[in-house]
């Protein structure tokens, strides 16, 4: 690329947002809110599906299982084949197949056809986050990119919303395979993305100097940056482990420990998750005005501060408040990756980035709700909540030795 087109595409990408922008983000907050909303449906599909198809409780947990190992894989794959070809393009892909392959468990037979069904909704789940992430933060000027970044994790909250909203509602008419039914409609938006959206001006002009390395090994092409991704794969696994470990067992604390029922134990739960989708937004206003190391270093004191002080509360208000407060903390710093990424890693390898760090930490935080789980057993679900706090100092740490700062920093 001359050195007029690059000038050419650091104009753009530093100028207002313009129509493309604004299709971008909804496009990547779309593709996210489909994730939430997916694996939200099938916990509530489980006990359903598993009664029709006579699956025992090993069989009904590894559909979830074998969907998050398909979003590792998937994430690794569609972000290097993102890199290449394109984030529209890709982003397309995935969500496309993640559309059929849900649409495809409507009409499953028993476990193992439903068990490879889900395995490929999980291949393009895992790959909206990082690619969507990347086509956003390029499409939108320095200025604004935290906030946007912050806009698509918000998707994932409202997916859930979405799911906890409807599936009450739709699943006692059209049962579990109408539900997965429903999945064919990210199939048909993925058309509207296709010819809607534009590839970023960034992305086209630095497509023209891809490196020789492939994708994957610009993330260890020097010690530089091989600490920086060491440093993002420990935020990310603790932002997951954090994020797992107490919305799978924060119903459990409060129905087991407190003596709640299911309604109240709901709307405590709900509280929380409230709490979390703020935080997300308030870590993206933040970071843009103050800078990403600043404002992870409150959210990670924060996080650290407020499972302790949660799991010492007794109060009915004292939990609903401080439900709230913790998951400002706790997820909040969700609203910070995609940015602090996007000016980490080059454009050759920004969605690889995105997507083999966050979902490798996804697969991290897997073992949270086991670990919480098997504390719990040997103690208290007061002491595993409170054991939380020593993954957050540890994350403070991360920051503060491997992680530098380039708010507003020009993408390479």
């Not at 906890?164 to 395979?177: F, K, N």
């Amino acid at each position: 690329m001359s050195a007029a087109e690059q000038r050419t595409g650091e104009t753009r990408a530093s100028a207002a947002p313009d129509a493309n922008a604004l299709k971008a983000l909804t496009a990547a907050t779309i593709g996210y809110a489909m994730d939430g909303f997916d694996l939200l449906i099938l916990g509530f599909l489980l006990r359903s599906l598993a009664g029709e198809l006579h699956l025992g409780p090993a069989e009904a947990g590894s559909l979830v299982t074998v969907t998050l190992f398909g979003a590792v894989i998937g994430g690794i794959v569609f972000g290097v084949l993102s890199d290449y070809y394109g984030r529209v393009k890709v982003l397309t892909w995935t969500i496309l197949l993640f559309g059929i392959a849900t649409g495809l468990c409507a009409l499953a037979q028993g476990y193992w056809d439903l068990l490879a069904y889900r395995t490929i909704a999980g291949l393009g789940l895992g790959g909206e986050f990082g690619i969507g992430m990347a086509l956003a933060a390029e499409a939108w000027p320095p200025s604004k990119r935290a906030r946007v970044s912050s806009y698509v994790g918000l998707g994932w909250q409202a997916g859930v919303l979405a799911a906890a909203l409807v599936t009450p509602i739709l699943l006692p008419v059209i049962g579990w395979r109408g539900m997965f039914a429903v999945g064919v409609v990210p199939a048909l938006v993925s058309l509207v993305v296709r010819y809607a959206v534009g590839e970023p001006e960034l992305f086209t002009c630095k497509k023209r100097e891809r490196p020789g390395k492939i994708p994957i090994a610009l993330l260890l092409k020097d010690k530089a940056t091989a600490r920086i991704s060491l440093g993002m794969l420990i935020l990310c696994s603790v932002q997951n482990f954090g994020y797992f470990g107490l919305m799978i067992w924060l119903p459990s604390y409060l129905s087991g420990t407190m003596g709640y029922n299911l309604t109240r134990t709901a709307l405590w739960t709900a509280m929380t998750v409230l709490g979390m989708a703020f935080g997300i937004w308030l870590f993206g206003e933040l970071a843009d005005r103050v800078g990403r190391r600043p404002i992870f270093y409150v959210f990670q004191a924060g996080a650290a501060i407020m499972v302790v002080v949660y799991a010492q509360l007794t109060s009915p208000f004292a939990l609903l408040i401080g439900g709230a407060v913790m998951g400002i903390f706790v997820n909040g710093m969700l609203g910070g990756y995609g940015a602090l990424m996007s000016e980490l890693y080059p454009t050759a390898a920004r969605a690889t980035a995105q997507n083999v760090l966050f979902n490798l930490g996804r697969a991290v935080g897997g073992i949270g709700p086991w670990a919480i789980g098997a504390i719990a057993v040997s103690y208290s679900f007061t002491a595993a909540i409170s054991l939380l706090a020593i993954l957050y100092v540890l994350d403070i740490l991360a920051t503060a030795l491997l992680i530098p700062e380039r708010k507003g920093a020009p993408l390479e």
